[in-house]
Nanobody
């Protein structure tokens, strides 16, 4: 359906910042919500942030106040600004379409590795 490519991860000290980008291979339509997910070693994948086509946002409690999701539909891109990073944020981060994920239809790309050292 939609091919998504994540970038921007890396190794950072606790308290640092990273900005992740997700570029879609096709246009993001007005009714498409987008989300950022992460999966840490030994843990289930979780939704950490979501944004509607109208710009409404939601966040997991664990990242609220530290992460900000944004989108630029003209560039078919979704961003995740990550501030005040903690070692617990270490994970592979993915973007996807929440409705597709919820229905069990999603495929997952390479993701981008975020590693936060203490």
């Amino acid at each position: 359906q939609v091919r998504l490519v994540e970038s921007g991860g890396g190794l950072v000290q606790a308290g640092g910042s990273l900005r992740l980008s997700c570029v879609a291979s096709i246009s993001i339509f007005s009714n498409d919500n987008m989300g950022w997910y992460r999966q840490a070693p030994g843990k289930q994948r979780e939704l950490v942030a979501a944004i509607s086509s109208g710009g409404s946002t939601s966040y997991a409690d664990s990242v609220k106040g530290r992460f900000t999701i944004a989108r630029d539909n003209a560039k078919n891109t979704v961003y995740l600004q990550m501030n005040s990073l903690k070692p617990e944020d270490t994970a592979v981060y993915y973007c996807n379409v929440p409705l597709v994920v919820a229905k069990g239809f999603a495929s997952w790309g390479q993701g981008t590795q975020v590693t936060v050292s203490s």
